[in-house]
């Protein structure tokens, strides 16, 4: 049995496995198999065991931190109410790093961590299975999206629209741009004037190279 085997036999403690599969809507040999390490549990799953149980998916996946996550914060006793009873998803981020200036290498695309996000404030924007989170690198967006910077990519929306902006990979390079259609290509364009926008041309070899991987649909900024 895997580490996250025995943190899933933890949280089902005497209950049957057929039972506890039941109550989560998946079947026993789904479970069976998360339980013996073949497979990672998916995202709805965790959010049910957060939503219901009130476990930690960090802990769940990785085993950092407690296994009990406090799901609300809770108001003065005269208020006698929570401040968070809404659900939740929780979108990954991956390790590879968008460019926002010459381009990056992108890395292994791995899930590092989850992040709560309201579920009716991602399906509003878009599919929320299709989500990614990615950090920044460059100025070439400044001074709307600066260095460091985390965006919330949509891989289900990659039809350019004009004036919108995506994480686009070009060869072994992935950037940040807005992007305009030509029936050539695509044009590349930044919003700090001092870069020059792209031209990629979709004829020929290149065409297999160049993919708009998503919409950027939301970017934070950690405060320093």
Known sequence: MSEIGYRLKAIRKDESQEAFAARFGVHRNTLARWESGDRTPDLDFVQRLVSELGIAPEWVLRGVGPMHASACVQLSAAAKQTVCDVDLMFVPMVEARISAGTG?????????????????????????????????????????????????????????????????????????????????????????????????????????????LGKVIWWCREAK
């Open 104 to 212: 990056s290498f992108q890395t292994e695309v791995g899930s590092e961590r989850l992040y709560a996000f309201r579920s009716d404030f991602l399906s509003r924007k878009g599919s929320p299975a299709q989500m990614v989170l990615m950090h920044v690198s460059g100025d070439s967006m400044e001074p709307e999206i600066k260095h460091g910077d985390t965006v919330l990519i949509d891989q289900s929306q990659c039809e350019p629209r004009p004036g919108t902006m995506y994480a686009v990979r070009v060869g072994e390079l992935i950037y940040l741009k807005v992007v305009d259609a030509l029936p050539e290509g695509l044009v590349l364009k930044s919003i700090n004037a001092a870069y020059e926008p792209m031209k990629v041309d979709l004829r020929g070899d290149l065409v297999d190279g160049v993919a708009i």
